[in-house]
């Protein structure tokens, strides 16, 4: 059987939806909202995104050539390689530096336009999914405690430190972000007067209806009222694109009854589900257990890949499937196009044959 799918498809109302939300944040906080190319890279849209909020924030050279329009540029890594940091550096207004071996490799030969800063572990402790769940990380930022202390004892070493990084937060609402800024106020004040912004990652489900955006703009204008040299920054990805698009598939085949198989595979397309382990949601179908319940149909959704684990998961459908039928999963635009190809921007691996010596 010939599809035409399968296929991403975004919907720009429901994209601008989400888009005029983050900018009246923007607007009645003063903070800078930034979209995080890894979750989501598509050119054309980060155009549409570059014209609603401030900019956007990517990991490498590859990531900065996707979103050339953008009117405000960070740029963060765990790693920037030797021979791009420059480049890196010369095409954003700002950067954070993941660790004090690259701070101190590279925060001198960088130039002065772009605004450097530090990416800070504080280790909190939040209940979130273990895959997104930075504080346990401990190669993602510097530690907390070993930087308060070091920038005391050793303050020449941060000459050129502008900004920090807090990437702390996994699809948390105004709650997590209440505790992340008690945890700045509480450890970083004396700090405060010595730099200009702090960038307080992404995580945030601002676009979720039910995530208090009145209280966000309070809170925000409470820090800003207590610092005001420090310029707020977020950089949400999935919350930017959150429930604007699906992604179309076939049903090619269908086995016992109650095995339909799609045109798909997980680890071709939907690779951030092998990573969560959650199957996304299907129109027209409930994500419960197999049901013996007569006016349910129930599947389990496989990819046509020969990999035994191809397995989507298992629906009940309100009819039955047949071969040709559509299966749509609904809101596929963060992650999970971007790992199809090459996430956050990083090359793909090169294919070298070798002939052992005997
Ligand atoms: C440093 C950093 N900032 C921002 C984001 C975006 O997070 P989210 O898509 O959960 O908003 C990520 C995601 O991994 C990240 O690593």
Request: charged share 25%; aromatic share 8%.
């Amino acid at each position: 059987m010939i599809t035409d799918t399968p296929y991403f498809e975004l919907d720009s109302d429901k994209l601008q939806k989400n888009l005029d939300r983050l900018s009246y944040i923007e607007k009645k906080s003063r903070a800078k909202i930034l979209h995080t190319v890894k979750s989501f890279n598509q050119t054309e849209a980060l155009h549409i995104i570059s014209k609603s909020i401030s900019g956007i924030s990517a990991g490498n050279l590859n990531e900065l050539s996707l979103a050339k329009s953008a009117p405000y540029i960070h740029s963060y890594a765990p790693y920037f390689h030797k021979g791009h940091i420059i480049a890196i550096a010369k095409k954003s207004d700002s950067m954070s530096l993941n660790s004090l071996q690259q701070w101190d490799l590279h925060s001198r030969e960088l130039g002065r336009d772009t605004s450097l800063g530090l990416r800070i572990n504080p280790k909190l402790t939040l209940k979130q999914p273990r895959y997104c769940n930075p504080n346990r990380s401990a190669w993602l930022g510097v530690d907390e405690d070993l930087f308060i202390s070091d920038l005391v004892g050793n303050p020449d070493r941060y000459d050129r430190l502008e900004g920090l990084h807090f990437h702390v937060l996994c699809g948390q609402d105004l709650g997590g972000l209440k505790y992340l800024l008690s945890h700045i106020d509480k450890n970083f004040s004396h700090i405060m007067p010595h730099i200009k912004w702090i960038n307080l990652g992404g995580g945030h489900n601002f676009t979720s209806e039910t995530y208090d955006i009145e209280g966000l703009v309070l809170l925000l204008k409470s820090f800003s009222a207590k610092y005001p040299n420090i310029q707020l920054v977020f950089e949400p990805g999935e919350s930017v694109v959150k429930d604007s698009g699906v992604f179309v598939t076939t049903v090619v085949d269908i086995i016992d009854d109650t095995i339909a198989i799609l045109d798909t595979s997980i680890e071709a397309h939907m690779l951030d589900i092998a990573i969560t382990k959650i199957s996304p949601e299907v129109r027209g179908a409930s994500k419960k257990e197999i049901s013996k319940n007569s006016d349910k149909y129930p599947y389990q959704l496989t990819g046509m890949s020969c990999i035994a684990g191809d397995i989507i998961g298992d629906y009940n459908f309100t009819k039955a499937l047949n071969i040709g039928d559509r299966v749509i999963f609904e809101d596929m635009m963060g992650y999970s196009m971007v790992k199809q190809t090459e996430f956050n921007g990083i090359d793909k691996a090169e294919f070298k044959i070798i002939t052992p010596k005997p």
